[in-house]
């Protein structure tokens, strides 16, 4: 699948649109410039989830802004670099406009991927392992199509403007707070575990901590975190060998 020079890039968790325009800004050029690095050697993109704060599709109306990051993604897709998107929790109602407009291969749940030699399990990972019951119950609402004909109705300033206070209301990242790893309480570690004892993968790739980790699980499988684009600027890639956690300048 993979040529030596050509490398296969994840990231994850932009949370473009937060904290505020000027904020994300900044932080959109910094992925744009990421972007435009790696595009040389990139053989195929996948981000991660959350790469916005908050999306909706609209069936003819797109939300402002994001013109930069979504002329760079048109770039790709228009050179023949696939770009792989998964879902979030806090941008699962990316429909099918990105898919339509820019070429995207849209996933909502974690799929298995080869790489080569290497069997990787990916996903946001929002909503896996035990616990969470909370979010559990949130998801199945907001994954309700009842639900989003609803909202989709609302007028999309009034709309946008609720979503964006809930979005921010639950994230601590932006008050900069940097979560901590917990190792073996970790619920993707605990859900890594327990599909290793059907099959064996030797990455599972998430992002959703906001973590930037490769944790060891046992001598030939680790759980890479993607970290995040507010705190750690960090990615994986694939080089045609074996999976690195990286961190852009
Ligand atoms: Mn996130």
Redesign the pocket.
Known sequence: MSSPSKHIYFAS?F?LGAPDHSASLIRERKVVAWLKSIKPQCEALYLMG?VFDFWFDYKTVVPTGYTRLLGQLADFSDEGIPVFYFT?N?DMWVFDYFEKELGFKIFRKPIELQLGQLNCLIGHGDGLGPGDKNYKRLKKVFQNKICQFLFRWIHPDIGIRIARTWSMHGNRQYLGHVERFLGENEWLVQYARQKLREKHYDYFIF??R?IPINYPLNNKSNYINLG?WINHFTYAKYNGETIELLQYE
């Open positions: 968790d949370h959350d979030g806090h992002g959703h906001h995040d």
